[in-house]
């Protein structure tokens, strides 16, 4: 019965059916019984079929089948180099890298040269150790010339751990033994250059590339148009657009994206919108990211109209992208921004049938937060965020304004700076209560810190921003500060209301000779600057 399960002429059958180890070495252990009986010598291919097994279901036994088979006073065979190749890379990918090693030397001691594969093995399993510089020296030690992939494999692990410089050394060496690597690592180089705002280098590196021979493809070029976008260059990242369509390379519909956002990020929509334009032309179809990309960026600039045209473009294409909250987020973010709230509550109750769980955490967000009831909010928004949700500019705003009016500014600044990861930047009404929490606690340098840079980002500054620090500081008799604050937000086109003149007032009343002529400076700079 075991001789018919097992026959010698069809020694791998069985192998193939069994998912153990044991059966494994079962099988080769009964094999090699009747192989020893047979005329049919047992062949090294046949081990190698069944160690290449052995190792992707179990190292140890996997080694222990190498040594009882290849390594013992009885062993008519020795392994070969796919033989050896077999077992360390089963080692490596256990990460058992030390023993991989000793099997390279017991190679070199058999009379046998090690091969690229065995080499590219082990500098691969270094590398994802994070051992580099012993990569480098085995590959330095070779004594067989590196090939294409183990400097492939080099390049791409300086690049993972952000060491361009060594990155670029690998490359060159490269280049100097007459290969050329893969597109792939080129572009790691690129996108690594990019990210340190080396841009012209980065452009070179791919030049280079080219004229060695190698193949610069649509992902390339991609990784250099977004670096040009990302530094804020859109217009260059369109010239390098224009010549990857000259050398034959057709984009695709992550090139126009990462162009359409380029030119969205700096304002220039219409740019953004003729891109668009043009894809479709092109026979390049948008995706989900097209549409909410260029829906974010005409709502950042105030052209909600325009973001709600695209909305409306966006829900005929696909029927399905009605359910990703995204753009209708960024269509409410548009109106907060103008400061149609009441827009951005209509518009909001539009939604409730595509995102009825997301609307019901909004609205009982915002009821908490009204209620001064801020634990509860914050258990809401928790949950909305575990479960995948994107919070909207109204969920921001409502829980800046309860956070600060409880003194809890560390969490305030938190969302603040979610906020502006998201895209969403704060307008003036979510600033100001972080300003007057700040002045509550007398921190005035913060609260000017904020003033700045609000208005560096672009958020000019009302009245409402103001005041707390003048106010704050004219009850602590700092006067001319208060003064430069006043000054500051006059020369800003800010009319200061009547909490500001109460302020100085009162002081000026209590006999500060400092408050009496700083009051008249303000008195005469005001009408002047307002033709009042």
């Known amino acids: 019965m075991l001789a018919y399960l097992f026959n010698p002429a069809q020694p791998l059958l069985f192998l193939h ?46 080694r222990d089948f190498f040594r009882t088979q290849f390594l013992s006073s009885g062993s008519r065979l020795r392994p070969n180099l796919y033989t050896f190749s077999i077992l360390i890379k089963g080692l490596c990918k256990s990460n058992r890298i030390d023993e991989a090693f000793k099997l390279l030397s017991l190679i070199k001691s058999s009379k046998l040269k090690p091969n690229h594969v065995i080499y590219n093995t082990l500098i691969h399993a270094l590398c994802q150790n994070g051992s580099l510089g012993r990569a480098r020296s085995l590959m330095e030690s070779m004594r067989t010339s590196p090939s294409e992939v183990t400097f492939n494999i080099l390049i791409s692990a300086y690049c993972t751990e952000g060491q361009l410089v060594k990155a670029l050394v690998i490359l060159e060496k490269c280049y100097n033994l007459g290969l050329v690597p893969d597109a792939i690592s080129v572009t790691k180089i690129v996108d690594l250059m990019c990210r340190e705002k080396r841009l012209m280098e980065a452009v070179e590196v791919l030049e280079r590339f080219e004229a060695k021979g190698g193949v610069v493809d649509c992902v390339a070029y991609n990784t250099l148009i977004k670096g040009f976008c990302e530094a804020e260059k859109p217009q260059v990242g369109r010239r390098v657009f224009k010549e990857m369509e000259r050398k ?3 984009p695709n519909v992550r090139s126009f994206n990462i162009l359409i956002s380029g030119f969205c990020v700096v304002g220039k929509v219409d740019d953004a919108i003729e891109l668009y334009q043009e894809m479709r032309a092109d026979g390049v179809e948008p995706n989900f990211d097209t549409f909410d990309i260029l829906i974010h960026g005409f ?28 753009p209708y987020n960024s269509i ?57 949700g994107i919070p909207s500019a109204l969920v921001y705003a409502a829980l800046i304004r309860a956070m600060c009016k409880k003194n ?7 969302l603040i700076n979610e906020m502006v990861q998201k895209g969403l930047f704060p307008m003036v009404s979510t600033f100001n209560p972080l300003i007057c929490a700040f002045c509550k606690e007398g921190d005035w340098a913060s609260a000017s810190r904020l003033l700045e840079e609000m208005v560096m980002r672009g958020c ?16 602590l008799e700092e006067v001319e500060r208060a003064f430069s604050y006043v000054l500051k937000a006059v020369e800003r086109g800010v009319i200061p209301d009547s909490t500001v003149w109460l302020s100085l007032v009162e002081n000026s009343i209590k006999g500060n000779p400092k408050s009496l002529s700083v009051l008249d400076e303000i008195i005469r700079i005001v009408p002047v600057k307002f033709n009042t």
């Open 17 to 62: 059916r069994t998912g153990t180890a044991r059966l494994v070495q079962l099988q080769t252990s009964l094999y090699l019984s009747s192989s020893s009986a047979s005329s049919s010598p047992l062949s090294i291919r046949d081990l190698n079929s069944n160690l290449n097994r052995l190792v992707s279901l179990d190292i140890d036994q996997a």
């Open 460 to 475: 000019v500054p009302n009245v409402a921003s103001y005041a707390p620090l003048v106010q704050g500081l004219c009850e």
């Open 299 to 326: 709502c950042l600039r105030g052209k909600v109209k325009k973001g709600l045209e695209i909305l409306e473009l966006m829900e005929e294409f696909r029927e399905d992208y009605r359910h990703r909250i995204s």
């Open 332 to 388: 409410i973010y548009g109106f907060y921004k103008e400061g149609k709230t009441e827009e951005a509550i209509k518009f909001f109750k539009k939604m409730e049938n595509n995102f009825p769980r997301a609307i019901d955490k909004t609205v009982r967000i915002i009821a908490f937060c009204n209620d001064d009831q801020i634990e509860e909010a914050k258990l809401v928004y928790d949950q909305m965020v575990k479960e995948g």
């Open 248 to 250: 034959g390379v057709l």
């Open 408 to 414: 809890n500014i560390k969490e305030a600044l938190n």
